[in-house]
């Protein structure tokens, strides 16, 4: 049977919901939450928490994500905590001995069941999610990580995961260029200012030979037409050439 693409946010509506296992610090709940708002995760799960999530301590640590905070939901025990849910990945790095599934974070985020409630479940600061946690999981994420040295904190764990479902409900550019409402200059206007620009230094009694001062140009030309140069940068260039020129 063929494996749905992710529908997340998207198309089925649905964000996956974070479930952080007996975390232990109120400072790691409040920066777990700061990642889940950077990838517009919302629902927050906490189980048997050590420190209040409300804390002064986890608001400050959100970083303007106290509404996650505010409204997660505390729960006595894992299996109440993912009730509601219809698929649930648990994160770990450690061998388990348990038959399952183990999906990269990339494949699993963007090979969500279409349609279903979601959780990305997450372990205590120490020591992780228990035997007895995993084994509620329908599948383990790993984040491949050096074998050597493969430990995240509770907050990393959330971002690289979270970040990895955030990027199948975007399409950003791969490249783009920040010109501050400035045009990128046209090549007519950028061929007549290397034009200029070459006039006036083939009028340099320091050119060496012919050779030299073809090869000099080139390399100006070179310069410039991959530089992407604004009209106001053209109009810069121009003055700072007309500067030189008047002090010589």
């Known amino acids: 049977m063929e494996e749905n693409k992710n529908l997340s946010a998207g198309a089925s509506g649905l ?15 409040g920066m777990a939450a700061r990642a ?18 409300v804390s002064e301590t ?4 959100s970083s303007n994500s106290e509404e996650v905070l505010q409204n997660a939901k505390v729960y006595a025990t894992t299996k109440e905590a993912l009730a509601d849910l219809q698929t649930v990945y648990a ?10 599934e183990v999906l990269t974070a990339e494949y699993a985020a963007n090979h969500l069941p279409a349609g279903q409630k979601i959780g990305f479940m997450f372990g205590c600061e120490r020591t992780g999610l228990e035997n007895e946690d995993i084994s509620l999981a329908d599948a383990i994420i790993e984040v491949p990580l050096n074998p050597a040295h493969c430990s995240l904190n509770l907050a990393q764990a959330v971002l690289i995961i979270g970040y990895e ?7 950003p550019p791969a490249r ?15 061929y007549k200012f290397i034009d200029s620009l070459s006039a006036r230094i083939k009028q340099s009694p320091r050119l060496k030979d012919e050779e030299h001062t073809r090869s000099l140009l080139l390399n100006i030309g070179n310069i410039f037409t991959r530089a992407n140069i604004t009209e106001q940068e053209l109009n810069s260039l121009y003055g700072i050439v007309n500067i030189l020129s008047d002090h010589k």
Request: hydrophobic residues 40%; contains cysteine; glycine residues 2%.
């Open 176 to 190: 783009r260029l920040i010109t501050n409402g400035g045009a990128v200059a046209d090549k007519e206007k950028l």
């Open 58 to 61: 986890a608001l400050r640590a």
């Open 165 to 171: 479902y955030y990027k199948t409900t975007i399409n």
């Open 15 to 29: 964000a996956p919901v974070v479930i952080l296992v007996k975390p232990q610090l109120a400072e790691n709940i």
């Open 91 to 100: 994160a770990t790095a450690r061998p388990r001995h348990q038959v399952k």
């Open 36 to 53: 889940m708002k950077n990838c517009a995760l919302t629902e927050l799960r906490l189980v048997a928490p050590e420190q209040s999530h």
